[in-house]
Every structure is written in structure tokens, then in C-alpha cells.
């Protein structure tokens, strides 16, 4: 059953309620492909963050954002961002190509659903249980960016620079956000 409450590729994710964002993507297919982005931690690393993970379940595993890796210097890391990050996370669902869902603490819970279109694949984000504005301002502008640096990857284009991209993003999420 699919969770997509926004059409792909709109200009920005959509705060379904004060504590949900998502963002839907139509990316390059097949499923398997974009399954591979999602849970490869060296395709993820070039998108998002790497570290492994155990397909299945009630497992934890770690993510490593290298946060000078996905953008065009070192020098765009805003201030407050360490070079690298990380978060111990919980596999609440992996079911190949289709969802994977996990627990990120403090921060909430992520699903990813994966709808083939053709030779295309719908990529739906939802990121539930943002505890605070700030934090839906910052993930909003975050996951918008990580999905715009996958998209370029998996077409074989030049990726925004991530962290510009980011800032950039900030106060059209902030003027989004619930509250």
C-alpha cells in the first residue's frame, strides 16, 4: 500500500501533519537499482551516509555521515557540523525492493517506499516523529538535498553540492514546517 501523499518531483517535501514530512522522487528504475542506493553502504555513502546493515528486522546498524564528502569543499560545512556524524539506528522493516523502515532515535522514524513507474521507480521518503520544528526545518532541507545528490548519481549527472544545496533550502523549509 503506498504512503505517497504528494505528486514526484514536486519542489519540496510536504509536512503532512506537524511531525511528518514527505518527499516523493521519481528516479531512474529498476527497483533493484535504487533498493541497492538505499541499503549499499558504498552507494549510500555517495548520497547520504554509509555503514552496513543486517537485512532484517530489529537490528541495529550505524550511520556515518563524512560531511565534507558531498560537497564541493570542506569549507561549506556550516558551523555546528562536525566533520562526521553518527547515529545507531534500528531496522524496523526490509522487505525487498519495496520498504525499508527504520528508527532513528531522537530524530524519529524513516521509511523508504519504492513503487516501480514504468522504468522509472517512485522513491516516497517519510519521516515521522520529528520532535521539534528546528529539527523538521533541518531534515526537510536535509533529505531534500540527500534526494537531490541521488537523483544526479543514479543519471549519471553531477551532483549538487550538498551542503549549499542545504542552506539554500533552509528557509523555504522553515517557511513550510508546521508550528
Known sequence: MSTRTQEPDAPF???????????????????????RHLTDPTLRRQWL???AMTPEAGTSF??????????????????????????????????APRRLRFEWPGVGDVAF??????????????????????????????????LAVLAARMRGTTPPSFWAHWRALREDYADRAPG
Request: proline share 9%.
Open 62 to 95: 550505524e550511520l556515518v555521515w563524512r560531511n565534507d564528502t558531498l560537497s564541493a569543499t570542506p569549507a561549506e560545512r556550516p558551523e555546528g557540523f562536525g566533520p562526521e556524524s553518527r547515529a545507531t539506528c534500528r531496522l524496523v522493516e526490509f522487505d
Open 113 to 146: 517506499e519504492l513503487e516501480p513507474k514504468g522504468e522509472d521507480v517512485l522513491l516516497t521518503v517519510v519521516h515521522r516523529r520529528l520532535p521539534d520544528r528546528d529539527t523538521a526545518v533541518g531534515v526537510g532541507a536535509g533529505w531534500h538535498a540527500h
Open 49 to 51: 551516509a554509509d555503514g
Open 13 to 35: 517535501g510536504r509536512y503532512v501533519e506537524p511531525t511528518t514530512l514527505t518527499i516523493v522522487r521519481r528516479l531512474p528504475g529498476p527497483a533493484e537499482r535504487v533498493w
